[in-house]
């Protein structure tokens, strides 16, 4: 079975069944942690994919999983025009042998569809909570017995009585329902979330339940994607026709870039533009780069002052996301043209690294017709769009998290400096300069302080222990004391982050001496900042960017 996703003119297709005879569907129901189950399912070398809960019964068969997990999300299964499965879903999971996860609301959703009841709770849960398993259970098995496990909880509703077949086989320690199962129907449920981490034992109920419960065999393979993404894109650009590929010097476009040219050969043609939004220096390190380590043809284009005017006065960060993502699109339609005279052919391929949390953070919101996740932000990639392209887009890496990218660049030989840089967003520093970017010296600023602040972190062996690091421009200016005078000067916000694939992420609890150091470094070095703050928010609540 082939995915497509119908973004504008998106190509990205991924066979699923090629790679995988054990495919373990996840229906997406809008909680921001749904992917998050993705992810730990591929952690345990599963094929997982994932479709919107209200998606027709005929995608998800088509599929042809093993396994179903209902996600959780934010509605109650009680209110009108909650969310819920398409008529025939259980006659369909019957029939197939289909062993069905509800966690959270897909408990609730199980529970309410099979006859049982559901209530708003007396007392809300949310957050840790403390849970027994009990003896007996097929779902949590004989090394679960009686042991309490502490997991997290996030519901506001509670089940007040069981559909007929079903048992309770966890409890809280209010003695509130945590899980049931009914084995002979192989319906299972979760009232807490197994694929967070603060679930200390969540990926060993995942674990349990996927092998000894359902029979999954591990048989997910990157080198398998590999292959099968290689004849997907192929097959869309044909004998004749060429691709651009838009390179950042990022790990994302770099691996697409790398794998679309072993699918292609010189029918790609590379192009990097330097959008004036760059880090310091970083369009002569990428370039010398492209040419010396991955001998990728690579025309460079100047559009700094094309940006630039472009961004000037706008101070809304979803508007500036837009107006990049556009320009992006409008200099590949140029540089497309330019390689028609060329080549006698124009190119209809355009390229992009697009990752599955960029697709993930720019769902629509509910009642959009595609599911029920609440946006978070739109991404250059996805959101950033408009909505008319003359270039139909190849997005070879769409179904893939970050560390499933760098393990798939290591495959491909890209070299390990590429492979551990950062991630940078598409925007650039548009999103790291809060208001205008072309306000004053905000852009040469924030390029100085962020070089010293990862030269900082690379001269402290640190570089490779953070997930991302980066400094903000702030709109601020306070009020300090500089070689004895009274300054009035800019306050930048630094900030760096853990993370395993940019869904959640913690910050990173720099020794103080470090942070000191660094703040004085910066403060001596760079002419108009007198003031240093370390952001320690984590994801959620906030993003990773600031904007």
């Not at 390229?351 to 946006?375: A, F, K, M, W």
């Not at 739109?378 to 890496?397: A, D, F």
């Amino acid at each position: 079975m082939a995915i497509e996703e119908n973004n504008h003119n998106s190509n990205s297709i991924v066979n699923i069944n090629a790679i995988s005879d054990n495919v373990v569907l996840i229906l997406d129901f809008g909680s921001q942690y749904t992917h998050l189950i993705t992810r730990r399912i591929r952690q345990l070398a599963v094929c997982s994919v994932c479709l919107s809960g209200t998606s027709p019964l005929s995608a998800m068969a088509a599929l042809n999983p093993s396994v179903i997990i209902l996600s959780g999300g934010p509605h109650s299964v009680h209110e009108e025009g909650a969310p819920s499965l398409p008529d025939g879903f259980f006659d369909y999971v019957w029939e197939k042998g289909i062993h069905v996860l509800g966690i959270c609301y897909g408990l609730q959703l199980l529970v309410k569809m099979m006859g049982g009841e559901v209530k708003p709770a007396e007392s809300q849960e949310y957050g840790r909570m403390e849970v027994r398993t009990h003896e007996g259970s097929k779902l949590y098995g004989d090394i679960f017995v009686g042991e309490r496990q502490s997991v997290w909880m996030s519901h506001g509703d509670e089940v007040v009585r069981l559909p007929e077949g079903f048992v309770v086989v966890a409890t809280s320690l209010q003695n509130a329902i945590a899980a049931i199962e009914n084995p002979h129907k192989r319906l299972y449920g979760l009232q807490y979330h197994p694929e967070v981490t603060h679930s200390v034992l969540g990926m060993e109920t995942l674990r349990h339940f996927l092998f000894s419960v359902c029979g999954i065999i591990a048989d997910w393979k990157l080198e398998d994607v590999l292959e099968e993404q290689i004849q997907t894109v192929r097959a869309m650009v044909g004998p004749v026709d060429h691709a651009i590929c838009a390179l950042s010097g990022g790990v994302d476009s770099t691996v697409a870039a790398t794998l679309v040219h072993r699918a292609l050969g010189d029918k790609l043609h590379c192009v990097f533009v330097d959008n004036g939004l760059l880090r310091y220096k970083e369009r002569e390190r990428v370039m010398a780069t492209f040419k010396s380590d991955l001998h990728l043809p690579v025309t460079c284009i100047d559009a700094t002052e094309r940006f630039l005017n472009k961004l000037k006065g706008v101070t809304d960060p979803e508007r500036k996301r837009k107006i990049i993502g556009g320009e992006f699109i409008h200099i590949f339609d140029e540089f497309s043209l330019d390689l028609e005279k060329k080549l006698g052919r124009k190119p209809k391929f355009l390229v992009q690294g697009t990752l599955y949390p960029d697709v993930i953070e720019s769902c629509p919101p509910p009642g959009s017709g595609r599911n029920h996740s609440h946006t978070i932000k739109s991404h250059h990639n996805v959101g950033g769009l408009p909505e008319e392209m003359n270039l139909k887009l190849i997005e070879p890496l769409k179904w893939l998290f970050k560390d499933e990218v760098r393990k798939l660049g290591e495959i491909l030989s890209v070299p390990q400096g590429f492979l551990k840089r950062h991630p940078f967003p598409g925007p650039g520093l548009a999103v790291r300069i809060l208001g205008d970017v072309t306000e004053g010296n905000a852009l040469d600023t924030i390029r100085l302080v962020d070089e010293i602040f990862i030269n900082s972190i690379k001269d402290a062996g640190l570089y490779d222990s953070i997930w991302q690091a980066f400094a903000v421009f702030l709109p601020v200016k306070t009020v300090g004391v500089q070689g004895d005078k009274r300054t009035h000067s800019h306050a930048v916000a630094l900030r760096a982050i853990t993370s395993e694939d940019g869904m959640t992420a913690d910050w990173y609890q720099f020794d103080p001496k470090f942070l000191a150091e660094v703040s004085a470094k910066i403060c001596n070095s760079v002419r108009g900042v007198n003031r240093i703050v370390y952001d320690i928010t984590s994801k959620p609540p906030s993003t990773v960017e600031w904007e």
